[in-house]
């Protein structure tokens, strides 16, 4: 960290201490409850991980409060439980600055697993008995700095092996038995920082297999758990998944004292090896598929003295292949789907039953539920339980009271939970969560010694826990909110007003709007009447909202409105059910440009169906295709495209006003597809490159009028601008040279009205800066050190351009948003959780906004956006669900912290007479549960705070 940072750290800590008690609070925080509905289920995420310890089934799943942590449950309500938040808040895994725990295991009767507390900062190993005292940190481990690392931490009877690595050193093997002081490096492979990158296989008869590099080949290794024990086998390359000890996706497995995987010696394909921990006792068992290409063994398993798997021999396609102790060379014991197709075989359940069950596709009766004792006779389809050429599609075995349950879909039930005995008369239905033809869409099950546990998204896209004793009397839900969520979003300006995205529970997910008042909440629009719309990309025009929305008669498609019932339409780009998907919404005087559904075209609308068609309808030659970062200058917009036809392929800088000939090519310069430009008085300010590298550009939209601002990192490298920011007459960037680093920019579009703000982090280093926003006269945004993360502002001097507050977890991502003179921010106190806070400017005015999750319990603000002066963000109370929260500034003299901590319930009555809704007898219509919401949302969405 540099001495700046250092500095203000110290005087920051200080100030947090006495902060939450007192300080300058002139906001108002207020709730808009749109889902009142009692009783539905918190939101819960797929059983990422698991490990059953003592009957307790552990595994990583998410809470709108929480985010993702560590949960346990043994299959009653009462035992179902968050161990313990290691990251206050709402952060967790995916997110970029959450705990990545992973890899649980059982050891000696406790939990383990590692935890990434952050991406840039430290991750530790954790021991736990399941209760919050009971959990704690073992050893410091390496952290993830933004990326998915695997740790292969594994359990053996020589005690647990990860991989790991100290300061000065590469990724090296480590082993430890739940101590920290028995947490320690087996061996240093390769001397120095360079890894050797141990990924850790599974133990044979007291034998630890792993892979590994040293000085001269990547490797078969085996170690005994001491440094003198570790040693190699052979160089022979293994191929390693992180869930390589895992039936179902296993491509290394032992049998009979002999390690068998698949491997890739001289010949350069992936084949089956056998390995005894010796040189001469390592070696190919047989060429499956001859020549140059992988056979690609998998999917092993074991029955009786058998070790199954699957491999592609070239000739029929990937099937089931054995290996028998005794011969330990390879068969095919079936060829499931006859010919050069694959029958794509996929484990349920372990030995059970004498024989394993499994699903396949034969070519005639779909994907099915199959049984194999290891021999070609007794391999055979159990059961079709959707009969006829479509698949039930059997996932998820676990065995539970000598049956194996699975989930599938017979056609009938929609997904639900089946049972069998591995016959025909032994395979039922044996739990509908949702019963008759509705689906419960099961997604995993696990099973305990006490109870079956299961996953569903019959409340898409929430994800709803079950406990079972296999029966459907015995089956129960095992956590309830007691309150449901609205899942709001997008927030963007129209009217005077703010549109958002909500689900109350009754009408499915719509557009809302509010004045940030009770009785001025309420429904916007009710497009979908079968459900939700999924509404997106609010851009108000004129007098006009444009938006984005599905309903089954016309798809997902380009909406209109006025703000009345009547003047809400939709025009059909794709005309029928068929999908126009339209995206890159910019409003321009009364125009809105877009780009169509496959983004190779640029549209525009008037909002009439006549007026609404590509800016050149028959394109020949040079036409701009994949338009992207649309921004509108007046009655024109500029946009990157690529040059149609052109040879070589080209991308450039156009400029159109809706017309054929108001479309043309402005300048060569090719703009970034990732940066998003600004206007700037009357000029666009945009990221672009030449021969230079990617610099700032200015264009007035002509091409005397667009050239490079300043070239602030000379050679072909160029600066990488980044975040571009408008703060009044200035804008803010993020960009390198080679003197500074990345820095802190700002430019008023001229030349020499374009400097280094600060160098923050002197010298070549950089100063890590995200989250750039806007408000009067500063600019705000976060900074991540490697162990401190900081909210900083910016009057665009080098005085004036200071960290306001330390945040804790460190941590960026926290969605600055900025109402007026005032910013808010998510950030956590141990007495008060994650809550909102707020700054204007200055270290004595920043403190909390408020405390809607009272006492150490967290709100979590996330996806913050602002409209005019108000503050838009979502928080999760333990009364009122996750729902829309509004803060904007109070006026009068600052008042003590106290009294400001107003947390107003507002939208008593949501269903008014007001003129926008639909009649009120749809109101009456039951909640349709959502059956999807893994779209992922669209990136160039102007009205988005953040990408979600």
């Avoid at 990422?48 to 043994?74: C, H, P």
């Avoid at 699903?359 to 007794?378: F, N, P, Q, S, Y």
């Avoid at 391999?379 to 479509?390: F, M, N, S, Y």
């Avoid at 309903?551 to 498609?557: I, M, N, S, T, W």
């Amino acid at each position: 960290m540099s001495r700046h940072l250092i500095a203000w750290a110290a005087l920051l800590s200080v100030w947090a201490v006495v902060a939450v008690d007192a300080g300058d609070a002139r906001s108002t925080v207020r709730a808009l409850d749109v889902n009142r509905n009692p009783g539905a289920p918190l939101a819960w995420s797929w059983f990422r991980f698991t490990a059953e310890v003592d009957g307790t089934l552990y595994f990583t799943g998410y809470d709108r409060a929480n985010g993702e942590e560590i949960w346990k449950s043994d299959g009653t309500p009462e035992g179902t439980a968050l161990v313990m938040d290691l990251l206050p808040g709402f952060r967790h895994a995916g997110d970029g600055f959450g705990p990545q725990a992973s890899e649980l295991v059982e050891f000696e009767g406790r939990l383990y697993f590692i935890a990434d507390e952050s991406s840039t900062t430290s991750a530790y190993l954790y021991g736990s008995d399941g209760t919050v005292d009971g959990t704690h940190k073992v050893a410091p481990v390496a952290a993830s700095h933004g990326n998915q690392v695997t740790w292969y931490l594994t359990t053996t009877s020589k005690g647990m092996f990860f991989r790991n690595r100290s300061e000065g050193e590469g990724f090296e093997l480590w082993g430890s038995d739940g101590t920290s002081a028995g947490t320690r490096l087996v061996k240093d492979i390769i001397e120095g920082p360079l890894s050797s990158g141990p990924e850790i296989i599974g133990e044979v008869d007291g034998e630890v297999y792993f892979q590994a590099s040293d000085t001269e080949a990547r490797g078969l290794w085996r170690t005994d758990g001491t440094e003198v024990g570790t040693v190699p086998v052979a160089p022979v390359r293994v191929f390693v998944s992180p869930t390589t000890i895992t039936a179902g996706t296993a491509t290394t497995a032992a049998l009979g004292g002999v390690l068998y995987f698949s491997g890739s010696g001289s010949s350069g394909g992936y084949e089956l090896w056998r390995s005894d921990g010796t040189p001469f006792g390592t070696y190919l068992t047989r060429d499956i598929r001859e020549g140059a290409g992988s056979s690609g063994p998998r999917d092993f398993a074991r029955v009786g003295n058998k070790l199954l798997f699957s491999a592609d021999d070239g000739t029929h396609g990937r099937e089931l292949w054995s290996v028998e102790g005794a011969t330990g060379h390879p068969t095919l014991i079936a060829d499931i789907r006859p010919g050069a197709g694959t029958s794509d075989i996929q484990w349920l359940d372990g030995d059970s039953l004498g024989a394993l069950l499994f699903a396949a596709d034969d070519g005639v009766h779909g994907r099915e539920l199959w049984i194999t004792d290891g021999t070609k006779e007794g391999t055979r389809l159990v059961a079709d339980l959707r009969p006829g050429p479509e698949s039930s599609r059997p996932q998820s075995g676990a065995v539970f009271r000598g049956a194996t349950f699975f989930h599938a879909d017979d056609g009938v039930h929609g997904r639900e939970v089946w049972r069998t005995n591995g016959t025909a008369g032994g395979t039922r239905l044996a739990i509908e969560l949702v019963p008759g033809p509705e689906s419960g869409d099961v997604r995993q099950i696990a099973a305990t010694e006490r109870a079956l546990i299961i996953s569903s998204r019959m409340d898409s896209p929430h994800v709803a826990l079950w406990g079972s004793d296999g029966t459907q009397s015995g089956t129960r839900r095992l956590h309830e909110s007691g309150t449901t969520h609205s899942d709001p979003w997008l927030f963007a300006a129209f009217g005077g007003k703010t549109v958002f995205a909500a689900d109350d529970g009754i009408h499915g997910e719509e557009p809302w709007i509010t004045d940030g008042t009770p009785e001025g909440t309420r429904l916007f629009v009710d497009v979908n009447l079968d459900g939700h719309s999924d509404p997106k990309l609010y851009t108000a025009v004129g007098d006009r909202l444009f938006f984005r929305a599905t309903d089954a008669a016309h798809g997902e498609e380009l909406w209109v409105s006025d703000g009345s019932v009547a003047g809400t339409r939709v025009l059909d780009l794709e005309p029928g059910p068929a999908s126009g998907s339209p995206s890159g919404f910019t409003g321009a005087e009364e125009l809105l440009f877009f780009t169509d559904g496959d983004r190779r075209r640029l549209w525009r609308s008037d909002g009439t169906p006549e007026g609404t068609h590509p800016a050149i309808p028959d394109c020949a030659a040079n036409c701009p295709e994949r338009p992207e970062q649309i921004v509108a200058l007046d009655e024109i917009v500029l946009f990157g495209a690529d040059v149609a036809d052109a040879h070589p392929s080209r991308t450039a800088l156009w400029v159109s006003d809706g017309s054929p000939a108001g479309t043309t090519l402005v300048s060569d310069v090719e703009p970034s597809r990732r940066e998003r430009p600004v206007r700037l008085g009357d000029r666009v300010l945009f990221s672009g490159e030449d021969t230079r590298g990617f610099e700032p550009w200015i264009s007035d939209g002509t091409a005397d009028g667009t050239r490079l601002l300043l070239d602030l990192n000379p050679g072909p490298d160029g600066s990488g601008p980044q975040y571009f920011t408008v703060v009044g007459t200035n804008a803010y960037f993020k960009a390198y040279d080679a003197a500074h680093g990345y820095e802190l920019w700002r430019t008023d579009g001229t030349e020499g009205g374009t400097t280094l703000v600060l160098d923050a982090t002197p010298g070549a280093a950089s100063t890590r800066m995200y989250d750039l926003v806007g408000g009067t006269g500063l600019l705000y945004f976060t900074v991540l050190t490697d162990d401190v993360g900081f909210v900083w502002r910016s009057d665009g001097s080098a005085e004036g351009t200071f960290p306001l507050i330390e945040l804790h977890p460190p941590q960026h991502g926290t969605a600055l948003a900025t109402a007026g003179d005032t910013v808010y921010f998510g950030n956590y106190t141990e007495h008060l959780g994650v809550e909102p806070w707020r700054s204007d400017g200055t270290i004595e005015g920043t403190g909390p906004a408020a405390d809607i999750a009272p006492g150490p319990a967290s709100s979590s603000p996330y996806w913050m956006g602002t409209v005019d002066d108000r503050a838009f963000f979502q928080a999760c109370s333990p009364t009122g669900g996750c729902e829309p929260y509004v803060a904007s500034e109070l006026p009068g003299p600052a008042r003590q912290q106290g009294d400001a901590l107003d947390v107003r319930r507002l939208g008593e009555d949501v269903d008014g007479d007001d003129a926008l809704e639909r009649p009120r007898a749809l109101a009456e219509r039951p909640h349709v549960p959502r059956q999807r919401r893994g779209v992922a949302r669209d990136q160039h969405d102007p009205s988005r705070a953040q990408p979600r």
